[in-house]
């Protein structure tokens, strides 16, 4: 199975994260959008497939600190394209692996999807 893990290194949810797939012996794909980024493509599939309001960290200092009017009337395209600027903008993590995806860490969740209820 392959897991990618979206995120960026020094994000606390991301490192608990990792250290959870660790312990669980899961091999994943690290992807940090800070250095890589993020294809605006992507961004569409993720919130076509959990809606732009689980993919947009709205709470964070990131989106908080955008001007008003970058905050004003959301939408997903402006969701998207919010978060493909501010990538810190995006909820962390992110799990792709075949046949789903995880947004945010819930080790029920995340044990249910990926190791099989472990």
Request: hydrophobic share 40%.
């Amino acid at each position: 199975m392959t897991i990618i893990l979206y995120g960026i290194p020094n994000c606390d949810t991301v490192r608990k994260a990792r250290g959870w797939l660790g312990d669980k012996g899961l091999y994943y794909v690290f992807h940090d959008y800070k250095k890589a980024g993020i294809g605006e493509d992507t961004l569409r599939g993720w919130v076509s497939a959990r809606g732009w309001e689980t993919m947009l960290n709205r709470k964070g200092p990131t989106f908080r600190k955008l001007p008003e009017e970058a905050r004003a009337d959301l939408d997903a395209a402006k969701a998207v394209r919010l978060m493909a600027e501010h990538t810190s903008a995006i909820k962390r993590p992110v799990v792709e692996y075949p046949g789903g995806l995880l947004v945010g860490f819930d080790q029920a969740e995340w044990s249910k999807a990926l190791a099989g209820g472990r």
